[in-house]
């Protein structure tokens, strides 16, 4: 989709990545198969390009160094990858630009467990600290018992223990940010999760304009205090009063902005590339209601042809459909935006 929407644009890309067939690569000018440690190929990719970006948070930093190092603009940089990898990083930085996040504790082994837990009400979520997504590295823990079935289920690997948020809805603000600083923010959109994993997302949220304002102030603020310079997930929990808990934050277009392209001006992946470019970001206002639709494991087997008046169907090129899979999505566009 990134791709896309930069050949509308009218640039030429270039995709890097190990895989023999990946959908972007196969909307794009040219290819580049190697691993992410392939420093020589990483170089010579980032030589033939103008600007390079991610689209991504889990490739290792030492790429994106390796390619800061040519010379080449990359945007975001190093440091939003870095952050948004280590989830006890991520919370400690966002704590410390005044962004509340749920009570954590940090778990380097089974032992830790126990007081942890204790201290965070007896209730909580054990989290991978790096390498989660979807549901994956998680263990819900309930009670001491569950303590050693959780450590197992989570790899045994290090962990932030997370106490346990009686949250009223979940909500995200996609946020843009150029080179010059300009920022940019959509309408938050409702978001509803189904085995950890985001099913559909809708907007209008159904939340106050205050609250909502403040979910962007502090995205915006985000993006400024990492530096970052593209477009920016940051996911959170509203609880009852309308105040808001942090989850986590994705430093590249993300799931819940899908359903922009539709219902806005400008959509999250055309706004990416022109942050990226050094252009003037483009109008975010929404200009429908809308819901998008995950299509996830065998939904994604879907006939267009049932498909309503008002639905837009876009499928990621994925050869495979499985379990958990996300192979595409559906926005609704639910009629002009009335609120």
């Known amino acids: 989709m990134l791709a896309s929407a930069a050949s509308q644009l009218g640039f030429d890309v270039h995709v890097f990545c190990p895989e023999d067939d990946a959908p972007a690569a196969r909307v794009a000018m040219k290819h580049w198969q190697a691993d992410y440690d392939d420093d020589d190929a990483l170089s010579g990719f980032a030589r033939a390009c103008d600007v390079v970006t991610l689209e991504f948070e889990n490739i290792p930093v030492s790429a994106v160094e390796a390619i800061a190092a040519t010379g080449t603009p990359l945007h975001p940089g190093a440091k939003s990858l870095a952050v948004s990898q280590d989830r006890a990083d991520e919370k400690a930085f ?5 962004i509340a996040t749920a009570d954590y504790r940090t778990i380097d082994a089974e032992t830790d467990i126990a007081a942890a837990l204790s201290t965070l009400g007896g209730k909580g979520v054990l989290k991978t600290r790096r ?3 979807d549901g994956k590295g998680q263990a819900w ?3 001491e018992s569950d303590i050693s079935v959780g450590w197992q289920a989570v790899g045994g690997a290090p962990c932030v223990l997370e106490a346990a948020v009686a949250f009223e809805r979940e909500i995200s603000v996609i946020v843009a940010r150029s080179s010059s600083g300009e920022t940019a923010s959509w309408a938050p959109p409702r978001n509803v999760h189904e085995e950890g994993i985001l099913a559909r997302s809708i907007v209008p949220s159904g939340l106050s ?3 909502e304002v403040e979910a962007r102030r502090q995205a915006v603020s985000l993006v400024d205090a990492l530096g970052h310079v593209g477009v920016l997930a940051l996911e959170f929990f509203v609880m009852a009063d309308g105040s808001l808990i942090a989850n986590e934050f994705a430093p590249r277009v993300h799931n819940s902005g899908h359903w922009t392209p539709e219902a806005c001006q400008t959509g999250q992946f055309e706004q990416h590339i022109r942050a990226i470019a050094g252009w003037k970001l483009g109008d975010t206002h929404r200009l429908f209601d809308a819901e998008m ?7 994604g087997l879907i006939d267009p042809a049932m498909l309503a008046p008002n639905e837009t169907l876009t499928l990621y ?3 495979e459909a499985r379990a958990g899979r996300k192979m595409g999505h559906i926005t609704t566009r639910l009629g002009p935006r009335k609120d």
């Open 94 to 98: 966002l704590n410390s630009i005044g």
């Open 131 to 133: 390498d989660g997504y």
């Open 141 to 143: 823990l309930k009670a």
């Open 209 to 211: 304009l205050e609250v």
């Open 293 to 299: 639709l995950n299509l996830i494991g065998k939904a």
């Open 317 to 319: 090129g994925k050869r």
